[in-house]
């Protein structure tokens, strides 16, 4: 039989997973001399044998918690149940990581209605004992015996109006005794058993309550969620109560060992005299902050200061504590690493470094790499009243406020007179690109984390909110319902958390995001420690231009049909889908290729020599043709085509499921002019720049091949044509010509894909879309019971499925390096900005993941948390 | 050095590789000692070398031809070149199979102006050599030397103008003389050089042109459609010429061993006396029926009757010859597996059987069961005039004629008086289901072979044209337009062949289907063959009914959503999506409980013991709502809405990609109530005919599940049901509960859904759209352009993509057996009735295929061949 019980000191913080969190430090703490109040741990082990025994102690467990209060009792002086001098225990749950909808606490442990007569003789204080009792049996009645608190606070609020008090302070002890009267009397009423008097008998429920917690329904679905194991059980931690609230020499407080928002090297906190530690949350009195403590307590602050310092070198990380003071007694009862900003995370990781207390490795790997995100995108200004009205899915982060508007043209015209707009919209099609380029935020009542607009927005580095089922948007009568009924009309003002999914009513203000000299410090390391190179998507010059400022290193997705979609371009693109004969069509690329030209100079010149990856057209065609009428009135009279002649041609080009249609590579097997005019244009600007003595890389990549046909087919295509141009121009250039890895079918025939092709970059939307046979635009009709009902851990279009989509990418790069050895593979679908999946692509030996500018910095860190 | 040239009768029929079909064929016969003109073949191994040499003669063969040569004349008794008695021979081409694209045939080759007096002589005819010689120039000319035939054509007909001749035989011996010199003074003209007149030299330009013919680009992407290996290269075949046109006592002629049309044991074909093989063919003369022959030269047909009998025991098949008599003399030219119907081949493969030239299993192997499809659809009359004006894809098999309609309401109207009609439309959806039911077939724009209109069709066994893009439909103007400009208008008569793809103006007469009794004895020894069960699709008890008549072992897939199809129950189907809390869906659900309960019991008597799968709800919901306005009206007064009200709610629920949108086992987790009535309905109905004595065995299959949590949580669902109603009925009732895996995830989580699910049923139509990314309604678009270029071999929606599909189909077998190493395993897809994919999947060890009922019979027979 395994050691069922730990007194305090027995076991160390190396044993989190046997007595949970809390009470491996409450034991650690106590090896290290500091001053804890004394107490034992139940292992997480006899949880389990509990749980698994129907709910019976284990055998030996009633004589080890009897043996080790005999030591409690024998190390306080007192007696469990004592008349004279009683025992009290705080009764207290703790898992191996804290866990919401468990058991939390229970105060005062052992009172009934004899020993609460020894607190008072003993404290000399009847309010102080008759207070005790009173929260002991609210609190046991609520967290064990698991009953509705209303009762007693309304028994509670009767007392105060009978005697015309106004606080709870305001009771006398004869009030108070009162109201424990009244309490026990419903509980026997309610419960038809009386409160039990027996502190041995409490203690036992206590203890069974918090191993009972271990399988509430919250508990169980916050596990499920988080992909925590079932079996993990927790401890239960038995202490001694210690009061702050004996009086003024008594006393209770939080600290953190650094400021957890700032991430100064500052002993930071809040105290409050006379008080016990939940009066510190419940707000009632204002608490002082902690270098008053000075003052007022000389030695026992200079007693905090000396174990705080102990604890930071020894726990090396900021920590979060709580203490008493009792009787001018100082007493520790917690610490743990401290949460903190994601700006006071970056600055005590290189602080910490700079100080010798870790090394440049630790620093980088204790940042929780999604966190940092915070810093690169505004956010909005804490502790200001928010109103929201609806939630959706925080598709694209930072917080941005505006008027409402629900089209693009309205959008643009309201940006271009300097007014904020937020552009809201069932969803958005490219028709939206240049409304949403003028809006400060895009608000979208459908499609998921990988919609349309969700993509977009990220890529242009706006904040977005898509997916929110919360409202109704109807654009003609230009207002949104939300769920609740409130409605909102256009040129109201509304504000996005991007982060967070809240849209809200009225202005928030924001704070401005800004890369600091800590956060540059530690990427510089991270790129030293990283395998993977971080490249970025980016469609125009600007983007790659804050790419490479940002730190990438290449470019691995350049979608060309964004440039199209520019209003200077669709209209070109237009006269190409409408030709009626290829000389008719080439004509228009042939105008498209000057522009093409031009951009990719831009591009290839802002990667300064860095490898960049040009996507060749993708979209289905009727993407860039107008869908209203008026705008497809005003293209048929300019294509001098009669308005039903066009509206035809659109709806024969329309279909049911365009992301399953005809795009990608299958355009280019049906018009191979268009592959051919996006070729020159990419071999000429790149020989343009290498003329001029630049270096230039550029990586031309097919999208959607299934098959290896179609890439011997494109591909053949694609180097007859740049061949020829290199010889024309006598130009001595290399190229690459590689695929998109998007349909499982290429996964499942990587092998003979790689014969042929130089890359292979992941394109994991789409892969995820047709693995899972999700929709991206419409997932978001049940992606949320999904993730309720734990069917999915976690979006798959945010975080890669390693189990199912996963699987694909190990079966595609084995398949693909058994060909080639050597081939280079990269990601460039959204997760190649997610650190979870940013370390899955590490193990499976990736080299290079790409994602959205704004994200370059968190790949580089996740880069190298994967390789550490 | 291998042997380049065979004489006839140095090699076998096994020799096909090396000697192709004719070539060993003629071989073989002359082993066999019948009489064929001598000749030899060079191989194809030759071919390949001269081909890799860049179209140069390997070494040796120049002697190897010219020893044959030498061979040849000592058999014939002739001199190649000779003035005297020149030999002449034929040149062929022949690979392995017969292929268009390549060199057919050169006849009399060897003349020339001085060989040309020889032959005269010869044969005493100056006219035959003449003409002999003429057909050589002309047919040198343009099968060796590549010349257009028109010129040709032109100077003959102004010879004939000149002296007033009708046809060519009016052209005396002179006259064609002239024309002789004519044409080579064109050649000389055209090509710069003299026609030539070597005959040695003429041998070799021959040779070499049948060699080129294997890779001009017809034959090349015939080779690649068909995916026939590009190094198999084709034999050549030189034979000395016999004449079927010398006079009387001369003529040639084509026969079948046994009625290639019935099957019937009939020696059968045709003759032409005085006549070379190409009169047959030209049609200007009547061939007589071959029985006359035994009256004109007995000898002759007598010797024929022999060689056939000799050729049908020897082979073991039906033969299709070809015969010259010269000078009475019966040479036999060509001899091969004869074409047939499938009614001629089904009776030939039992009777044969019965007369103990073959046994069951070369019965069953030699059919083609694709073929045998014809038999059980109507089809068109043949041998009748029709004007195709477009053709699309042969989506369901059958011929059909009726009036145009464009719409399911005037359709059913028409229909109900009897009229016969043909819907037309851009593409079906549920909504058309009546319309569809009423007319005798369905043409529409757009959508694959599995588009809804295919698919729905097949399930009626309606005919049905799919993917048609050769014409526009404009159903507000009721007309559709042909690419050519052809306006068709409603109520004008059009045929439909749905096993050609092709849309005839007017009536055309069809002859009706039956299975005769030769069908049902192969059938019936296929079972004994076959380790595959086959099982029906079958929705309602009448299409039950068809199957089990049919010989289905089951039904494998029997789609629940159908039946909510019917005008009398989607607006309780509607009802229910537009319930405002779960109370009123459930009173909806009720309402539709009772009917399904009805459904099932008649479903499962139908099948009398035999298992039933039933899919659980599929489609997406708005697939139950109406879309055209006046629709939504009547439906949003019905519903108490307001047409706004209901307009916004049908296009909330519209999705981007449906295919890929909130349905299947997705509906489930949002809707349990759904599956729970479905789930009442089917046990309930399992215990009303189990109490009636009847077995039972209804398999519970839930849709599009790619994880295993979706199958949990369902499951046990639907577990929690049946139990409870086999509790409350004191009922003992077997089900199973399985899924179909249609989504690649589940494919690689096989291993996982196997341990809890107690079926697999593939269906491979949605796995085949998620593998590729097509969508089976939008492939139309790209696939024939991927068919031409060779990327796809064949339709993936049609025949299982072994490579691709079928890896994953693989892994998922292995993966679940791994877990269940009983699990049974079968296809409800479309590709449960298609020969090679049967072919695959019993390859792969699957427990059945499930197809349309129509397609039982084939599928028995392709699980035999499987087998064998």
Chains 1, 2 share one sequence.
Not at 94 to 121: F, R, W, Y
Not at 233 to 251: D, E, I, L, R, Y
Request: hydrophobic content about 40%.
């Amino acid at each position: 039989m395994n050691k069922q019980v730990y007194f305090f000191g027995e076991g160390s913080k190396a044993d989190a997973d046997l007595l949970g969190g809390k009470g491996a430090n409450l034991n650690e703490m106590t090896r290290l001399k500091i001053p804890v109040p004394p107490g034992f741990t139940i292992t997480t082990e006899v949880c389990n044998e509990y749980l698994e025994n129907r709910n019976r102690w284990p055998k030996g467990l009633e004589e080890a918690v009897k043996e080790n209060l005999k030591r409690l009792e024998k190390a306080m002086k007192k007696d469990f149940g004592g008349k004279k001098s009683p025992l009290l225990v705080s009764v207290r749950s703790g898992a191996k990581i804290s866990m919401p909808g468990m058991m939390d606490t229970v105060l005062n442990l052992g009172l009934n209605d004899e020993t609460v007569e020894g607190l008072i003789a003993g404290s000399g204080n009847a309010r102080f004992g008759r207070d005790a009792y009173r929260r002991f049996v609210q609190m046991f009645s609520n967290v064990v015996l698991g009953m509705d608190m209303e009762a007693f606070d309304e028994i509670l609020d009767a007392k105060k109006h009978e005697v015309h008090a106004k606080l709870d302070n305001d009771l006398t002890a004869e009030d108070l005794k009162a109201v424990v009267g009244a309490y026990k009397k419903h509980i026997e009423r309610h419960l038809g058993m009386p409160f039990p008097e027996n502190p041995g008998k409490q203690l036992k429920m206590a203890i069974n309550a918090v191993f009972d917690s271990w399988n509430t329904p919250r508990a169980i679905s916050y596990r499920t969620i988080h992909g925590i194991d079932h079996h993990w059980g927790t401890a239960v931690n038995v202490q001694a109560m210690v009061f702050g609230n004996m009086g003024q020499t008594s006393g209770t407080g939080v600290a953190f060992t650094r400021n957890p928002s700032t991430g100064e090297r500052k002993f930071y906190g809040e105290f409050l005299m006379n008080a016990q530690g939940e009066d510190v949350v419940a707000g009632i009195r204002t608490p002082e902050p902690i270098e008053k403590l000075a003052n007022i307590m000389p030695a026992a602050y200079k007693e905090l200061v000396e174990i705080y310092e102990t604890l930071e070198k020894h726990y090396k990380d900021m920590q979060d504590i709580e203490f008493t003071i009792e009787n001018g007694t100082l007493y520790m009862l917690q610490t743990r690493r401290g949460k903190r900003t994601a700006r006071a995370a970056v600055r005590m990781a290189v602080e910490m470094t700079e100080e010798g207390l870790i090394d440049k490795k630790a620093a980088l790997k204790r940042l929780d790499a999604s966190q940092l995100d915070q810093l690169l995108h505004p956010s909005l200004a804490p502790n200001h009243g928010k109103t929201v009205i609806a939630r959706g899915l925080p598709a694209s982060p930072g917080a941005a406020g505006g008027k409402v508007v629900f089209d693009s043209k309205t959008a643009a015209e309201m940006g271009l007179k300097g007014e904020k707009v937020i552009l809201v919209r069932k969803e958005t099609s490219p028709d939206d690109i240049e409304g949403m380029h003028f809006a400060k935020g895009i608000l979208t009542a459908t499609g998921g984390m990988t919609s349309h607009a969700a993509v977009v927005a990220r890529g242009m580095n706006k904040c977005c909110i898509s997916g929110c089922s919360d409202i109704v948007v109807n654009g003609k009568a230009r207002k949104f319902v939300t769920c609740e009924g409130r409605e909102v009309h256009e040129g109201e003002f509304i504000t996005l958390d991007g982060t967070t999914g809240e849209v809200i009513l009225g202005e928030v203000p924001t704070i401005k995001a800004e890369l600091d000299g800590n956060f540059e410090t530690l990427l510089s390391w991270a790129d030293e420690h990283a395998r993977l190179v971080v490249r970025a998507n980016a469609d125009t010059p600007k983007d790659a231009e804050t790419a490479f400022r940002f730190g990438a290193r290449g470019i691995g997705l350049c979608r060309t049909e964004h440039m199209f979609f520019e209003s200077s371009r669709i209209p070109v693109m237009q006269e190409m889908i409408l030709a009626n004969s290829k000389e008719e069509r080439v004509k228009a690329l042939d105008k498209l290729e000057v522009m093409q030209t031009e951009d990719f100079r831009g591009i290839f010149k802002a990667m300064n020599g860095n490898p960049c990856t040009v996507r060749l057209l993708d979209p289905p065609l009727h993407e860039f043709l107008p869908h209203k009428q008026a705008d497809i009135e005003v293209l048929a009279a300019k294509a001098g085509l009669t308005y039903e002649k066009l509206k035809d041609i659109i709806v024969s080009l329309t279909e049911v499921n365009p992301m399953l249609g005809h795009r990608g590579c299958r355009l280019m097997i049906t018009y191979p002019e268009i592959t051919e005019m996006q070729t020159r244009a990419i071999i000429t600007a790149a020989c343009d720049l290498a003329k001029a003595g630049a270096e230039v890389n550029p990586e031309i990549m097919i999208p959607l091949v299934g098959t290896l046909e179609e890439f011997t087919i494109i591909s053949k295509d694609i180097h007859a044509v740049a061949q020829r141009i290199l010889a024309e121009r006598k130009a001595d250039l290399k190229y690459k010509v590689g695929t998109m890895i998007e349909i499982p079918r290429a996964c499942l025939r990587a092998k003979d894909i790689a014969r042929q092709a130089d890359f292979f970059s992941f394109g994991t939307n789409d892969l995820t879309q047709m693995t899972f046979g999700y929709s991206r635009d419409d997932a978001g009709k049940f992606i949320g019971d999904y993730l309720e009902a734990g069917i999915l851990k976690h979006d798959p279009f945010v975080s890669i499925d390693v189990k199912g989509v996963g699987e694909l990418v190990k079966m595609c790069v084995h398949g693909g390096r058994k060909s080639a050895p050597k081939l280079k593979v990269g990601v460039c679908g959204e997760h190649g900005g997610d650190p979870d999946s940013i370390n899955f692509f590490h193990g499976v030996g990736l080299n290079y993941v790409s994602c959205s500018p704004y994200r370059v910095p968190i790949a580089r860190i996740a880069a190298a948390q994967a390789n550490l």
